[in-house]
């Protein structure tokens, strides 16, 4: 019996607005709906419960934008990739819209397994309650100490901060502060942003006091009106080269 030929599109889209606060498989039912929608000729799963055969980058924390996701689609037939991205971008809303896109080997590693670098860019709006400088020697701080501790329901989980954290830089424009952050990501463990950042704030308002961390929306009280946005994601080649996931494939 003859295998149908099958081609791995490769798409990356945005995550923004009010969309910024869809849960991973809110997004996942949405892009899925968006391929429907779009009439792609997408391929299904074998077995019991046949569905859609794509494949995502790994999930954005809640509130969390991005300019960078990325999913794979397999379809059954060719359709030339500008064709695929303008159907999909008809089809998709404004704040989920998909931006690039290009088909890949299909024996090519999953998005989870070949994107291996991550930066995110944290904007934010001083409240007045510290200096970028106080708050620079606290990211310092919380850094040097290479973990955090923080609870997810009613476990409590450690943060790899010397595991995750490549380099960053903490930056002031026009009044406001930029907090970069170059990360690595694996089976592992990721860098969770905000955790970071919520642990150098408690560490400038009440130094010496022991930050009690947890999953969900932060407080701050150094900044405010805080944007977390994920800039970009890379895979690693051997020699340290960071490309994009289309250019690997």
């Given at each position: ?8 599109l490769r ?6 607005g009010?969309?910024?606060y869809l849960?991973?498989?809110?997004v996942?039912?949405?892009?899925e709906?968006?391929?429907?929608r779009?009439?792609?000729?997408y391929?299904?799963?074998?077995g ?22 990325w999913?794979d ?10 064709h ?5 971008a008809?089809a998709a ?6 931006v690039?896109a290009?088909?890949i080997d299909m024996?090519s590693?999953?998005?989870t ?6 930066a ?14 106080e708050l620079?020697a606290?990211l310092d701080?919380v850094?040097q100490?290479g ?12 943060l790899d901060?010397?595991g ?7 930056s002031?424009?026009d009044?406001?502060w ?7 990501i694996s ?7 905000e955790l ?6 408690a560490?400038?308002?009440q130094?010496?006091?022991e930050?009690?961390?947890?999953i969900?929306?932060?407080h701050?009280?150094c900044?405010?009106?805080?944007r977390i946005?994920r800039v ?9 080269t960071?490309?994009s996931?289309?250019?690997r494939?």
């Amino acid at each position: 019996m003859i295998e149908p030929q099958l081609f791995k599109l490769r798409v990356r889209y945005v995550k923004e607005g009010r969309l910024r606060y869809l849960a991973h498989l809110e997004v996942l039912r949405t892009v899925e709906r968006i391929v429907r929608r779009a009439g792609l000729p997408y391929a299904v799963t074998q077995g019991f419960s046949p569905h859609m055969r794509a494949g995502f980058s790994s999930a954005l924390p809640v509130g969390t934008g991005s300019t960078c996701e990325w999913f794979d689609l397999v379809l059954t037939d060719y359709i030339p990739a500008d064709h695929a991205l303008a159907a999909l971008a008809d089809a998709a809303p404004a704040d989920l819209k998909p931006v690039e896109a290009g088909y890949i080997d299909m024996r090519s590693d999953a998005l989870t397994a070949a994107i291996t670098r991550v930066a995110y860019e944290l904007a934010m709006q001083p409240t007045g309650a510290c200096t970028r400088e106080e708050l620079q020697a606290s990211l310092d701080k919380v850094i040097q100490e290479g973990s955090l501790s923080y609870r997810r329901g009613a476990k409590t989980k450690t943060l790899d901060i010397a595991g995750t954290l490549v380099s960053y830089t903490l930056s002031e424009a026009d009044g406001s502060w930029l907090l970069a952050l170059d990360t690595r990501i694996s089976n592992e463990g990721a860098m969770r942003p905000e955790l970071l950042l919520a642990a150098a704030d408690a560490l400038c308002a009440q130094p010496g006091q022991e930050p009690e961390l947890a999953i969900g929306p932060q407080h701050y009280t150094c900044v405010a009106q805080v944007r977390i946005c994920r800039v970009a994601q890379w895979c690693e080649l051997k020699d340290g080269t960071l490309v994009s996931p289309l250019a690997r494939a």
